[in-house]
């Protein structure tokens, strides 16, 4: 436990990860280490590699009893556009 979890025990709290490896693995451990529930909120979503990878694990959580929300403003998959 980090020192400010101590000072604050009981609170949320934000940690920016500003680089692409950092924040790959990061995401991979903590729905990998979660066991109640994960809520995760997405700007975009699309069926790369890393779309994929987040994908997998969290359907693997979900298959370990965990609870997954997840909010996504836009979501690129390969579809057929209509024209209206």
Request: negative net charge; proline residues 1%.
């Amino acid at each position: 436990m980090t020192q400010a979890a101590k000072q604050h025990p009981g609170k949320s709290a934000v940690c920016v990860l500003e680089k692409r490896e950092e924040s790959l693995l990061t995401r991979a451990w903590l729905t990998e280490a979660a066991d109640k529930s994960i809520d995760v909120q997405y700007f975009i979503w699309s069926t790369d590699n890393i779309g994929t990878l987040a994908s997998e694990h969290l359907l693997s959580a979900a298959e370990r009893g965990a609870r997954i929300r997840v909010i996504v403003d836009d979501l690129l998959i390969d579809a057929e556009q209509i024209d209206v």
